[in-house]
Each structure stands twice: as C-alpha cells, then as structure tokens.
C-alpha cells in the first residue's frame, strides 16, 4: 500500500532507503508520523508551485534505529517525519533555498547540504525558527555554519 500524501506525493518517496534496506532496518512510521509527512508534502507541494518543476526526495522519514545508521542528528526532524532532503532540478540547493526565503514559504530549517536542500517543519503549534545553514562535509564529520543563504 502507498497511499497519497498530497497530490504528487505518495508515502514511499518519504519511506524508500538502501540504507534501511541493506542493513534491515525496519523503517515503518506511526500514524503520528504520517500526520507529519502529510504537512511536509503540502509544505513540498508549495515548493513545487513556486519553481513549476518536480521535486524529488531523496531523505523523509527515518527510525531511529535508520537515523542513527545513515550517522543523522540526534535531534534529526525526520525522526518526527518533519523534513525532506529535496532537489529540484535545474536549481541548486543554494538557488532553490534562495527561491524559498524570498517567496517567503514557511519553514523551520534550510540546510544546503552538498546535492540536496533540508527542508524542515516546525512541530504543529510551534513557532518556526526560520534557521539557515549550510552543512561543511571534513574528514572529521559534518559541521554546520550559520547564515548560509544570505545575498
């Protein structure tokens, strides 16, 4: 079963990962969850009507036990089904981020990340934080600067 979350995004895309497949891990979402990834597909369907173009998603939802595999954050929004690592071509991350700041589109977090744009909601009924950062990949891990999309 793979039901519509939104009108041009279905359960899977948010679900998929070799990651989980290869190592096993069980990567079900509870209905609270779901609930989430409902709001982060229509937060996406906004995405899509301000760029006219498909977006694709390559990170949604992650157990913990997949979170802590893929090396995530411990405070990860895709452990609550509240983020999406997107992109969106022709844009790049950096250009897709700017569109989204500028159309003013709600947010909790943009991270551009290497090849991919974080996308993350705040939990229903808080404030977002409107936080932008830009991850820098070194040999001893990921660290993340702030401001990353300012002109």
């Known amino acids: 079963m793979n039901p519509k979350l939104s009108e041009h995004f279905f359960l899977l895309e948010f679900l998929v990962s070799d990651t989980a497949a290869r190592r096993g891990i069980d990567n ?22 301000l ?16 979170n802590r595999a893929v090396g995530g954050s411990k405070t990860s929004a895709h452990v609550q089904g509240l983020a999406a690592d997107i992109h969106c071509q ?4 950096f250009e897709l981020g700017q569109m ?8 909790d ?31 001893e891990g990921t660290t993340y600067k702030e401001g990353c999309f300012e002109k």
């Open 109 to 139: 977090q943009l991270i551009q990340e290497g090849t991919w744009l974080h996308v993350g909601l705040a939990a229903a009924g808080k404030k977002p934080r409107r936080q932008l950062l830009t991850a820098v990949f070194g040999k």
């Open 51 to 66: 760029t006219k173009r498909p977006i694709v998603v390559t990170s949604g939802y992650r157990s913990l036990a997949l």
């Open 90 to 93: 022709p844009f790049t991350p």
């Open 28 to 49: 079900t979402p509870s209905d609270e969850v779901i609930a989430n990834l409902r709001r982060v597909a229509s937060k996406l369907e906004e995405i899509r009507a």
């Open 100 to 107: 989204l700041i500028d159309a003013k589109i709600d947010f």
